[in-house]
């Protein structure tokens, strides 16, 4: 006999759909708009890989807008932009993804109450407690990260490539340093339920690395903070009530292996987060056999 609950829970490992999510836009320098777009996987194990065309595509205009085609768990949110013309004026961008046989579409449009900024940002990711802001979280700004070498290189099944990026940042929001509970509290809170009313997220720098596009499995050394809101107590992600900000090294520099198991053509996604606000970079990766 099958408990119902755990059956239902098997549900969500994999087999259901991604919905693409606007999450708002915001004014560029030159005149241009940017729709921010993210995407809440339904699945908490599967990562489905779907290729720009009829199911992974924009309009109206080029299907490609440089979105991804790897999808990692659960909630992503401001997972990439999408920039259209100062004369965009009313009209929508829609993003269609079918993906295990279930379609769904984001309608991304110009409308002021879609207009995102760095508060936003922070509040929207679960940095801010709900309704709350402070001197602090405004006067941060978002921290820099920068990929040491090219920015298109080549790789071999099997062999590891050293990928090293800096990050710059300002210090804010200040990080968490070190858990003030004793082994008792920490497994009472562990068995505690969800009590947040909204998204939180324990604030602090960290640096992920993801596959963004390619459909073969990746493997980081060493492994990093997840970039989704993985909110289970014991997650390596600053979603999980329990986490902590890693010690940031003292030059800036972060220095990994990645490992392919398959050749193709594949883009691998940075992120440098402090909790509040991220920057991304991207590498493209050509594996032989």
């Given at each position: 006999m099958v408990c119902p609950q755990l059956a239902l829970a098997d549900t969500y490992q994999n087999g259901q759909h991604v919905e693409p999510a606007y999450e708002g836009w915001h004014p560029n320098a030159d005149g241009s708009f940017s729709f921010m777009f993210g995407y809440m996987n339904e699945n908490w194990l599967e990562e489905p890989d779907v290729e720009i065309g009829a199911n992974n595509s924009f309009s109206p205009g080029a299907a490609d807008r440089g979105q991804p085609t790897h999808f990692l768990p659960r909630r992503n949110r401001f997972n990439f932009e999408v920039t259209v013309p100062s004369d965009w004026g009313d009209r929508e961008l829609v993003?269609?993804?079918n993906v295990?046989?279930?379609e769904r579409k984001a309608y991304a449009t110009l409308k002021d109450d879609y207009l995102v900024d760095n508060m936003v940002i922070a509040s929207e990711t679960g940095?801010?407690?709900?309704?709350t802001s402070s001197p602090e979280s405004r006067s941060n700004i978002p921290p820099v990260v920068?990929?040491?070498g090219d920015d298109i290189r080549r790789a071999r099944v099997g062999e590891p490539i050293v990928l090293i990026t800096h990050v710059a940042d300002d210090g804010l929001p200040k990080r968490r340093r070190e858990s003030t509970n004793t082994d008792k509290q920490l497994r009472a809170r562990m068995l505690r339920p969800p009590s947040r009313v909204?998204?939180?997220?324990v604030n602090g720098l960290f640096l992920s690395w993801n596959v963004y596009r390619g459909a073969g499995k990746v493997i980081f050394d060493p492994p990093l903070p997840k970039p989704w809101e993985d909110t289970r107590t014991s997650a390596n992600s600053p979603?999980?009530?329990l986490w902590l900000p890693p010690e940031p090294p003292e030059d800036g520099l972060y220095e990994?292996?990645?490992?392919?198991?398959e050749p193709g053509t594949y883009v691998l996604w940075t992120r440098a987060d402090d909790g509040g606000?991220?920057?991304?970079q991207y590498v493209t990766v050509t594996v032989g056999p």
């Open positions: 993003w269609t993804l295990n046989g279930v940095s801010l407690g709900a309704g920068t990929i040491r909204t998204v939180g997220k979603w999980g009530p990994i292996t990645a490992t392919f198991e606000l991220f920057h991304d």
